[in-house]
């Protein structure tokens, strides 16, 4: 008898112990797997922000505009010319003091600005060059620079202005027509690419 009664003050208690536990907060687990909100901007506005600034670029690397060119190129910026040789904003700035590229008949063909985020964005397209030429003081010879390019330059919105922080262009190569497979005069190969114009001198505005 006596031990039933202690079973069941044992029983009892734990109930009493359950029942004095804090409910469980349902909200917790709701909070922790709740994907944070996505940033809101208009990509419309941001493609029409780049094609401006890429215009931009090539209007001060025609008419010398050192100022709009620090502007618009990042102190970090990477660059890389037609001939595969690296370049920087010091050489973007120093090409343009040397007015080292001229140019007529500049054409920008199907640019195309892709944004990838709020802060991100990138423009291709293709660019033809009529009687271009490029030559900076210690060239004893212009180079032609005249032909199709193709580029790709990258931006970033920095403290709320778009600047490039990437660049390259590559000349595209003549096309020469197949041989006929009777043919036994051997083709030469494509002249190799000019040493180094700017990215500038493949865009127009």
Do not use: H
């Not at 009493?16 to 909070?31: I, Y």
């Not at 401006?52 to 010319?81: M, Q």
């Not at 030429?133 to 990258?154: C, H, Q, T, W």
Request: net charge neutral; glycine share 6%; aromatic share 6%.
């Amino acid at each position: 008898m006596n031990r039933t009664v202690v079973l069941v003050a044992i029983v009892l208690m734990a109930l009493g112990l359950a029942g004095c536990q804090p409910a469980r907060d349902t909200n917790l687990n709701a909070t922790a797997t709740t994907s944070p909100a996505k940033e809101t901007f208009d990509p419309v506005a941001i493609q029409t922000d780049v094609l401006n600034i890429e215009r931009d670029w090539v209007k001060a690397g025609e008419t010398y505009d050192v100022e709009a060119i620090k502007r618009i190129v990042a102190d970090d910026a990477v660059l890389v010319y037609p001939d595969g040789t690296p370049g920087t904003k010091a050489d973007e700035v120093r090409i343009a003091e040397a007015k080292a590229i001229t140019g007529s008949g500049w054409e920008m063909i199907d640019p195309k600005v892709t944004v990838l985020s709020a802060d991100a964005a990138y423009i291709t397209g293709r660019s033809s060059i009529r009687d271009g030429k490029y030559k900076e003081p210690n060239m004893a010879k212009a180079i032609d620079i005249s032909g199709e390019y193709r580029f790709l330059d990258v931006y970033a919105r920095r403290n709320g202005r778009w600047q490039v922080v990437a660049s390259q262009a590559t000349k595209v190569a003549v096309q020469l027509p197949a041989a006929s497979p009777r043919a036994s005069v051997a083709v030469s190969p494509a002249p190799p690419s000019p040493p180094k114009p700017s990215p500038t001198a493949t865009r127009t505005p």
